[in-house]
């Protein structure tokens, strides 16, 4: 509980469940009373609802920045009040509780959990359970308690195997080229492909066409052309992003979520 | 002010001031100036503009789950500068400070207050007062009060009446069946009524009319119907909501706060 | 790092990053990692996209109402990834960390600073440094840095200039009347303007005139007029603002950023 000028326990939180409503707020409310020390930090509420794959890009991308010992806790949930299991695992230090839908997939294939857990625990839950919000009475309790030093094994068995999601991975073409789609889109319009850097790197002249444009060259930062212009960086996450220097990529291409981008490697194709 | 280990005082901030401006910011540069271990969490700041009767209804589904010594600070204040009186109250060991405009009585309502306060003690307030921003110069230093160890007696006089929000509540008419109205429509589009659980719960083959469609039963949880389907479900603060499943109830039934719905026993109507 | 009881260190957030994406989370998870005890405030984090004069508004309004100490961490900041400098400065005690793109020299011209710092000490940022996201590799470490301790000094030399935004002050004409612009408009359609109370102060009878429409007189709250009718307050920053009680001023005068407005003293012009 962190009586002895410990760091205190964080709990970030993840969801669609938007700010207007007071969904996220009643959250906070169970955790502080379940575990009054809890630092809770917003990583996003606005995820489109129900749509488990920008919730787990955004946790792939975010969790590693928080403290060891922090309980992410993901609530995008659409199968809420099915049978559906409840999942919480420890990463890297790091805690993890979520729904079984895949939402923390990517995480696992990212770095292998140490363990996971089919959360069956109802002494830990707000009752009476009701089923349809689980936000409030099972996923910010199994949080807090975690929080405040209840032991993973507590919460349920161990279990090998969870809904997976399934990811997209790029492809290389005959001649050499990559072809890869856009897997988010952020509030700037930056258009996220699944490309990493090192699909590209090795390449001696590239140069991406998406959406009819051809972008040359993989530049190093947005203010590296001028305002207006379309340019091809290695984004924050270490992946290819299409981007518009002071404007928004996803309205100038008609981008979105799916767009196939192509990289091509122009020494090696002429 | 927390010296022995004790839990740190929680405000929680309820107001239409939205997020796009630094009001909530400046509101909480006030609080943590007046009463530094306060910690402060957000309802909600998305209540539509001046509209009371939505602040109230997320304030008396919200309130509960924090911890008791909670200091409950509303702003959704379209007479400030007017001279309408602000009001400070206990209920069942949480604080609450608003407006007397009707944004609290729901809450009064439900649990009989042990004491509501006329703030007069001008010399908590935040000098000079504007008349425009009391949520920074009135709300936020007396929350903040309250929040560090002020006595609610010191804010002012007792009073025992207050503005009243009529609340409308469901009718029977001569069938049996039960008439209400949308009360509420979340980010998900869920109509939440103010039919309760146990207007209904008598009822062998409950049917719900609303915007021209039937739905028979009420079901347990979204998920018990297709995706796509409406599903009529006692929701999370144990009303009749009506949703559709990974979907928009209010754009499919075009329905809205004051829509009416009608739920009949088809077993003792048939 | 409050070892002894003291109030924990505040670092207050001013972005355009959005809530929608994790990009503030991220920030707040580096933030925590590297300054354990720090409190963060989001002032807001929907600043239009590289809106600077949007922010440094939002910034001169509410730094003030934060407890001196505080680490204001503003990242609006469109030349990101170019050689721009990063600046840390003094201002009242009060510390403030943002891009040297004139989002900062607003707080200067208002309260001169005491030192401003040209940040290149690069141990103290993330590793590797994006050039895409300095909100997370340079902005929140070196924010946390000074929260946590880490003088001013240390973290580059003083500089005595730097980008300065033009402000636009009103005029007065050759019949004394006092010509301003709209310089933000809020949430609520409220059109704060550049006009401060001491410009009109003396006119006897003052008539604001904006977008056609003539307002008799310089009232003290939006309830001071009728529902739905304009009206021109001193707002809570000191300055002449236009309003509908319980409306939008922006969307009655079609008004924005920009629109010109025009005080006269009919006592003196009549």
């Known amino acids: 509980m962190n009586t002895r000028g410990e760091n205190p326990p964080i709990v970030s939180l993840l969801t669609d469940f938007g700010t207007a409503d007071a969904y996220v707020g009643v959250m906070k409310g169970v955790i502080l009373s379940r575990c009054p020390a809890a630092r809770i930090v917003d990583i996003t509420h606005d995820v489109e609802p129900g749509n488990v794959h920008a919730a787990g890009h955004l946790l792939r991308g975010a969790w590693r920045y928080f403290p060891a010992g922090t309980v992410h806790t993901v609530v995008v949930d659409p199968g809420v009040g099915s049978d559906r299991r409840v999942l919480a695992a420890e990463v890297d230090g790091h805690r993890f509780v979520g729904p079984d839908n895949g939402v923390l997939s990517g995480v ?154 192509r990289v091509a490697d122009e020494e090696a194709t002429a």
Chains 1, 2, 3 share one sequence.
């Open 108 to 261: 696992f294939d990212d770095v292998a959990p140490s363990r996971v857990i089919d959360v069956t625990n109802d002494a830990l839950f707000l009752k009476p359970v009701s089923r349809t919000f689980h936000g409030r009475d099972i996923f910010a309790p199994v949080a807090a308690s975690l929080a405040c030093g209840v032991a993973l094994d507590e919460l349920g068995d161990v279990v090998d195997s969870w809904i997976h999601l399934p990811r997209l991975a790029p492809a290389t073409d005959a001649s050499g080229a990559v072809i890869g789609q856009i897997v988010y889109v952020d509030r700037f319009g930056n258009l996220v492909s699944n490309i990493e850097e090192a699909d590209v790197s090795a390449m001696a002249r590239p140069v991406v066409h998406i959406g009819g444009r051809a972008i040359a060259g993989v530049s190093t930062s947005y203010a590296s052309v001028d305002e207006g212009k379309l340019v091809a960086v290695i984004g924050s996450t270490g992946r290819l992003e299409i981007s518009v220097n002071r404007g928004s990529a996803a309205e100038r291409l008609r981008a979105a979520v799916g767009t196939e981008l």
